[in-house]
T-cell receptor, first 112, second 114 residues
Framework: QQQVKQSPQSLIVQKGGISIINCAYENTAFDYFPWYQQFPGKGPALLIAIRPDVSEKKEGRFTISFNKSAKQFSLHIMDSQPGDSATYFCAAVYSSASKIIFGSGTRLSIRP | KAGVTQTPRYLIKTRGQQVTLSCSPISGHRSVSWYQQTPGQGLQFLFEYFSETQRNKGNFPGRFSGRQFSNSRSEMNVSTLELGDSALYLC?????????????FGPGTRLTVL
């Protein structure tokens, strides 16, 4: 019940294309869903986050789509650029218990 | 503001030894969390400290311990090292405790156990 399943494990997208990464969770107690971006040799950095009372959140080229009934959420990167090449982690947070569960990560490569 | 700093950046130890890792949070941040990152298990939560008190703990054996000092700096200790402890250990700080506070990660300490 504490798992967050992330797919795909790796993704190759052409420059200018749309990158889509999916995550699914089981426990409805999660109440905050952040996405993190990690470059080699660096720690993860918060990219964008959403609460379950919202179905979509957009920040620039990054959009989270959230489906509460299906317990799924996804990250869409529009007009993908080579600089977006990184590993992306979704996460689910129990804010009251101060616990965060990460997905297994997706290695994204944008081909020029 | 300076970011989260972790020392050392790289460490090589042998089985059975113990190791201490250090984390200095962003100035003003009072919460520090530790994570283990491995290719097989991904990012796993170790523990969180807030105002020198352990607020939460992940599912790791008692060989993994930590503490936080009055200046919010934190240390993590692993005793009786095993080969499987080889990982990137990440520290993250946030202004307060709890999941809604954005966590700022340091670059990590790469621990190799031989």
């Amino acid at each position: 019940q504490q798992q967050v399943k992330q797919s795909p494990q790796s993704l190759i997208v052409q420059k200018g294309g749309i990158s889509i990464i999916n995550c699914a969770y089981e426990n409805t107690a999660f109440d905050y869903f952040p996405w993190y971006q990690q470059f080699p040799g660096k720690g993860p950095a918060l990219l964008i986050a959403i609460r379950p009372d919202v179905s979509e959140k957009k920040e620039g080229r990054f959009t989270i789509s959230f489906n509460k009934s299906a317990k799924q959420f996804s990250l869409h990167i529009m007009d993908s650029q080579p600089g977006d090449s990184a590993t992306y982690f979704c996460a689910a947070v129990y804010s009251s218990a101060s616990k965060i569960i990460f997905g297994s990560g997706t290695r994204l490569s944008i081909r020029p | 503001k300076a970011g989260v700093t972790q020392t050392p950046r790289y460490l090589i130890k042998t089985r059975g030894q113990q190791v201490t890792l250090s984390c200095s949070p962003i100035s003003g941040h009072r919460s520090v969390s530790w994570y283990q990152q491995t290719p097989g298990q991904g990012l796993q939560f170790l523990f969180e400290y807030f105002s020198e008190t352990q607020r939460n703990k992940g599912n790791f054996p008692g060989r993994f311990s930590g503490r936080q000092f009055s200046n919010s700096r934190s240390e993590m200790n692993v005793s009786t090292l095993e080969l499987g402890d080889s990982a990137l250990y990440l520290c993250a700080s946030s202004p307060g405790a709890g999941g809604y506070n954005e966590q700022f990660f340091g670059p990590g300490t790469r621990l190799t156990v031989l």
